[in-house]
């Protein structure tokens, strides 16, 4: 079976420029999670969906972050405008109704705020 | 609140020799616990899980993690490493939200 996709793989904006992220879970995969990942750090939750509902996005900067997940399948993280502590790696993954607490990494966005 | 302590943020290992990664962990419930390895460029891969029962948990690639209620640890542990086994290493708790550790990096010599 094939495994998350995300893209890009690297990023490289200005600060104040705008950016987004797709991802493409695991077919049949109803939950879809975001995770930001900052150089030294473990990855932290940014957003999660539950099919095209958003479970949990406390830890979601609002002011400049979105995400979206139309029909419930892809997703889209953006960025606008971006600052330079947005630098880190966007990883997205996503798990299964019977398999709910098990996620599926994809090989995650390198973002390079200048 | 869930957390969780990686103490060792990097280790060094000879190939063949035994490696052990720690985990502390703070969770309210009975914890959902997690080992996912990270190689450079590469997105998470997980190693092993716990949710319940035998505390003893065998996972990919050789490693075997122990549950252990009273110290709040879940340890990761291979017998013999292999020079593939260089990676970062992160610990997780929780159920659906997941908290990870800082990691730790393991370096494998020959």
């Known amino acids: 079976e094939a495994g998350v996709a995300q893209s890009p793989r690297y990023k490289i904006i200005e600060k104040r420029q705008s950016v987004a992220f797709w991802c493409n879970p695991i077919?049949?995969?109803?939950?879809l999670y975001w995770y930001q990942q900052i150089l030294g750090q473990g990855p932290k939750l940014l957003i999660q969906f539950q099919n095209n509902g958003v479970v949990d996005d406390s830890q979601l900067p609002k002011d400049r972050f979105s995400a979206e997940r139309l029909k419930g399948v892809d997703s889209t993280l953006k960025i606008q405008p971006a600052k330079l502590e947005d630098s880190a790696v966007y990883l997205c993954a996503s798990s299964s109704r019977t398999d709910s607490y098990e996620q599926y990494f994809g090989p995650g966005t390198r973002l390079t705020v200048t | 609140a869930q957390s969780v302590t990686q103490p060792d943020i990097h280790i060094t290992v000879s190939e063949g020799a035994s490696l052990e990664l720690r985990c502390n962990y703070s969770y309210g419930a009975t914890p959902y616990l997690f080992w996912y390895v990270q190689s450079p460029g590469q997105g998470l891969q997980l190693l092993l899980k716990?949710?319940?029962?035998?505390?003893l948990v065998q996972g990919i690639k050789g490693f075997e993690a122990e549950f252990k209620r009273s110290q709040s640890s879940f340890n990761l542990r291979k017998p013999s490493v292999h020079w593939s086994d260089a990676a970062e290493y992160f610990c997780a708790v929780g159920e659906y939200k997941l908290s990870f550790g800082a990691g730790t990096t393991v370096t494998v010599r020959a």
């Open positions: 716990y949710f319940s029962g035998d505390t």
């Open positions: 077919s049949g995969h109803a939950t």
